[in-house]
């Protein structure tokens, strides 16, 4: 049995376009002029896909959405907004839209957003292979029980269900690409690539060529053409990790390939049509690099449509043991070894620890542990950890002692430097500022090996901005 669409729109021609479209897709439609027309259809008939206009004499697409999300809230909506309306997408995507197409309609991203949405209401085809089976459900399996680990994973089943961006927030370690290969995994898009990148890694001047890809002879090297990463993940996901530390320039045309669906590779004339559900994550607040200019704000408003937090580990301390449980697994499976376990002492400590390195430092604690044990248990004295591990008193007392000690640390630091400055006739703030930032820049650097993108971490700043002090400072 065909598919059926549902189309809502007050213009005959629109209404006409799309039929015939989806007609050719072999898909029954049924077309209502108005809201009240097209509840009334909801209400007597089942759809597979809602396709509504943003305006409408008795409302607008948004109340449709809104309606469907409450009374028939697995069946997929898209909304067809005016040209370059932004905002208007935004408001759809955020109410609950599976996507959106601009007029005039372009008739191949349509029929690539009907196909992505009719794939929402099948079950899994039967003849998928076991093998890619195996892959979803272990990709997908976020461990935990903890009340923080359900809501997020509630979140994340409802969010697979729309194309809308989403930026996932959360500390270093905390588990956001998993997050993200969860909700690839649980979409629609779940059979076709998941490419992640960590913007951050990549080297300034290869980002664009990296993100978009070029064309031969674009730019020196360029000695073949080359695709990017958005066409890598066509059908897929893209998952775009540490999101902030893109170039301003990049980020424009970023913006551009949200916006249009397509791509212009370097030194191309030819925009080249991409299939791409959108992922972000970052560690910083986005909202403060924006504020710092970091960060464009259209470009922020349009990767933020939808906020995913994921918890840090200290927040889910429940779920400490059944974590170290697969990790232990995990390193027993790698390493063709047998399987550890913890002494009690050992667990006890892991769940009164804070972690601010999150699950990927205690993935890091146990790997050291399981080297280090004797007759496959791991005991207290195997385990390293970034800081003393608090008892569970003074844990509750940890947010107040940290802030008080910062404080005078600050204030010793300074009274300090004061006390020991000589302020001579010649002397510059300008020049002794500049032999502490070079001190400090270069202690980092000794301390990571000369790795700048370490350094830069360690510092609190971007690579870029760490490259952009090196050259000001006369030590690149």
């Known amino acids: 049995m065909n598919d059926t669409v549902l189309i809502v729109d007050d213009e005959p021609d629109i209404r006409e376009l799309l039929e015939i479209t989806l007609g050719r897709m072999s898909l029954n439609t049924y077309a209502a002029a108005d809201l009240d027309s097209a509840r009334k259809l909801l209400e007597e008939r089942s759809f597979n896909l809602c396709l509504t206009d943003m305006r409408l004499p008795d409302g607008d697409g948004i109340e449709?959405?809104?309606?469907?999300?409450?009374?028939?809230?697995?069946?997929?909506?898209?909304?067809?907004?005016?040209?370059?309306?932004?905002?208007?997408?935004?408001?759809?995507?955020?109410?609950?839209?599976?996507?959106?197409?601009?007029?005039?309609?372009?008739?191949?991203?349509?029929?690539?957003?009907?196909?992505?949405a009719l794939r929402l209401t099948h079950p899994d085809s039967l003849n998928e292979s076991k093998v890619a089976v195996e892959r979803i459900r272990d990709n997908s399996n976020i461990t935990g029980n903890s009340p923080q680990v359900?809501?997020?994973?509630?979140?994340i089943s409802k969010l697979a269900r729309s194309q809308a961006p989403i930026h996932i927030s959360g500390e270093s370690g905390a588990g956001k690409e998993l997050a993200a290969r969860a909700i690839h995994e649980q979409s629609a898009r779940k059979n076709g690539p998941f490419v992640a990148v960590n913007c951050g890694a990549i080297p300034e001047h290869l980002v664009e060529s990296e993100l978009f890809g070029h064309i031969k002879g674009s730019f020196t090297g360029a000695d073949r053409d080359k695709d990017g990463l958005f066409q890598a993940a066509n059908g897929g996901t893209l998952f775009?990790?540490?999101?902030?530390?893109?170039?301003?320039?990049?980020?424009?045309?970023?913006?551009?390939?949200?916006q249009e669906k397509s791509v212009r590779p370097i030194g191309s004339q030819q925009e080249v049509p991409v299939d791409v559900r959108l992922l972000s994550a970052t560690h910083k607040i986005l909202a403060k690099e924006v504020e710092a200019g970091n960060l464009r704000q259209d470009l922020y408003f349009r990767i933020n449509v939808i906020e995913l937090p994921v918890p840090p580990l200290r927040q889910r301390k429940e779920d400490i043991e059944e974590l170290a449980t697969v990790i232990l697994k995990k390193i027993a499976d790698e390493n063709a070894a047998p399987l550890c376990s913890l002494s009690d002492a050992a667990l006890s400590t892991l769940k009164n620890y804070h972690f601010p390195g999150n699950v990927r430092e205690l993935e890091n604690i146990l790997q050291r542990g399981a080297t280090l044990s004797e007759d496959n248990r791991i005991e207290l004295d195997n385990l390293e950890f970034i800081s003393t591990p608090a008892s569970p008193e003074s844990e509750s007392h940890a947010d107040a002692s940290t802030a008080t000690a910062e404080s005078e640390k600050a204030d010793t630091a300074t009274t300090g430097v004061a006390e020991s400055m000589e302020l001579e006739g010649d002397y510059s703030l300008e020049k002794h500022l500049e032999a502490v930032e070079i001190e400090v820049i270069e202690k980092a650097l000794q301390e990571t090996r000369w790795n700048k993108t370490a350094a830069a971490k360690k510092l609190g700043m971007s690579f870029r901005s760490l490259r952009y002090r090196l050259k000001k400072l006369g030590l690149d």
Do not use: C, M
């Open 64 to 116: 449709l959405v809104e309606y469907i999300q409450e009374h028939h809230s697995e069946l997929p909506v898209a909304v067809i907004t005016a040209h370059g309306s932004t905002e208007t997408a935004i408001k759809a995507l955020k109410a609950g839209a599976f996507d959106f197409v601009s007029k005039p309609v372009d008739l191949h991203k349509l029929r690539d957003l009907v196909n992505a």
């Open 150 to 155: 359900q809501r997020l994973r509630e979140q």
């Open 240 to 258: 775009l990790d540490e999101i902030a530390d893109l170039p301003l320039q990049t980020q424009v045309k970023l913006l551009r390939v949200i």
